[in-house]
């Protein structure tokens, strides 16, 4: 099922430009982001504040080029941190042709989803809206169907206008090459912003620092997923290595905030770290294609997500 006002342009005019992922955290903004893309630059979790930083993904067809930037959760600030999230994901509404607002399937629109769709309304010169509805694959028909009938009447009830109103799910693929040529067909003609096969301009070590965080999230559940970051200290091919045999050595550095904090990444006789490790080990083989020497410690930085230095170090 697909709600539009027009079906998308048959024209075959090359055509590009930038869409932007927005949403309450949860939304499914990163996984959508990596099926759009086709691989993983974006990591996933069930946890809040999965997505710490403006990531860009590319999508490249014979008819275009789509720049997809996956923006941190908008959500009430209770830290310095959250702010500059807060700020990151406003300061992207400026940058791209679309905005494109997420809402999942499986919950009900909320204050948070209320307070998003405002602020874009309010902006001076809104860009381009656009309505995703994830998660379709969590919710029966029926469900979905009153879900986007919610989200078309926030048109009326808030004043903005969606070009598009798109269900889709991601895990399962369902529609995810319906959303790729709407959005597609919102952008102008232009140039190719990025080579063929680049599919995102993150850095190695900024990808690796947050696989390692999806795989500390994981391990420690709901215990502490606010107050981990990651550091990638060194990372380098090792020498006297085979050509065909090549190994990364990779030392990084697991942040968190308290001294307790820390026993609990490092568990009982060092057990849960070495999951942490095993598993991104995995994920982190994959993204670089070689074998890899993954040398994790944890390190403690007092409240560093209200220290704007420490904040500052980590890029943020």
């Known amino acids: 099922m697909m709600m539009t006002d027009q079906q998308p342009a048959g024209s075959q005019e090359f055509r590009s430009g ?43 067809r014979a008819d275009g080029q789509l720049i997809i930037i996956d923006t941190p959760g908008l959500s009430k600030p209770r830290s310095l941190l959250q702010q500059r999230l807060n700020d990151l994901v406003r300061s992207t509404w400026s940058e791209v042709d679309v905005v494109a607002l997420v809402f999942p399937a499986d919950e009900h629109i909320g204050p948070g989803d209320i307070y998003l769709a405002t602020q874009l309304a309010e902006l001076a010169k809104p860009p381009t809206l656009v309505a995703i509805v994830t998660k379709t694959d969590l919710v029966s028909p029926e469900r979905l169907a009153k879900h986007l009938l919610r989200v078309a009447r926030l048109q009326d009830d808030l004043a903005i206008t969606f070009a598009h109103i798109l269900p889709c799910s991601a895990r399962s693929g369902s529609q995810v090459g319906e959303v790729a040529d709407v959005l597609l067909s919102l952008m102008p003609p232009g140039p190719d912003y990025y080579p063929d096969g680049e599919i995102t301009d993150e850095p190695d070590e900024t990808l690796v620092a947050e696989l390692i965080r999806e795989a500390a999230l994981e391990e420690v559940r ?23 045999r090549p190994l990364v050595d990779i030392f990084a550095s697991m942040i968190v905030e308290r001294d307790s904090q ?50 500052n170090r980590l890029g943020f």
């Open 222 to 244: 709901d215990e502490l997923p606010h107050s981990i970051a990651v550091e990638v200290d060194e990372m380098m091919l090792r020498d006297g290595r085979p050509i065909d």
């Open 18 to 60: 930038f869409v932007c992922f927005v949403g309450r955290p949860n939304a499914g903004k990163s996984t959508l982001t990596n099926a759009l893309v086709g691989s993983k630059i974006a990591i996933t979790s069930s946890k809040p504040q999965t997505t710490r930083h403006a990531v860009r993904g590319v999508l490249h």
């Open 262 to 311: 820390r026993g609990i990444m490092v568990g009982h006789a060092g057990e849960r770290i070495k999951r942490i490790g095993v598993r991104a080990r995995r994920q982190i083989r994959a993204l670089l294609g070689t074998q890899v020497h993954l040398d994790l410690r944890v390190k403690v930085v007092k409240d560093w997500q209200r220290d704007a230095k420490q904040l």
